[in-house]
């Protein structure tokens, strides 16, 4: 059974940074992308980014690109995203996924909230 546990979430001034975490269990991930996805009230849910398990290739949404940074830890099966010069519109529940071709399997979430 594959699980994502995120963790690492709060409450932040703007401009502030906050780093993430998610960690997977349940089996191994060399084919797989993690992704990590945020979705505020009212709002749809938004890719942020995503890193490939095998080569760490990177890929970010126009609205976190120079800010956010994804990283792995293949040893310790974790995905980090380190936010930093947050703004209050970064306030939202951050999830990590996992999947080859479509994300199949999704943390709880984390909420992030960013104070003006």
């Known amino acids: 059974q594959v699980q994502l546990v995120e963790s690492g979430g709060g409450l932040v001034q703007a401009g502030g940074s906050l780093r993430l975490s998610c960690a997977a269990s349940?089996?191994?991930?060399?084919?797989?992308?993690i992704a990590w996805f945020r979705q505020s009230p009212g709002k749809e849910r938004e890719f942020v980014g995503s890193?490939?398990?095998?080569?760490?290739?990177?890929y970010y949404a126009d609205s976190v690109k120079g800010r956010f940074t994804i990283s792995r830890d293949n040893a310790k099966m974790s995905v980090y995203l380190e936010m930093n010069s947050l703004k209050p519109e970064d306030t939202a529940v951050y999830y990590c996924?996992?999947?080859?071709?479509?994300?199949?399997?999704w943390g709880q979430g984390t909420q992030v909230t960013v104070s003006s």
């Open positions: 996924a996992v999947g080859v071709f479509s994300y199949d399997y």
């Open positions: 349940g089996r191994t991930f060399s084919s797989y992308t």
């Open positions: 890193i490939s398990w095998r080569g760490g290739s990177t």
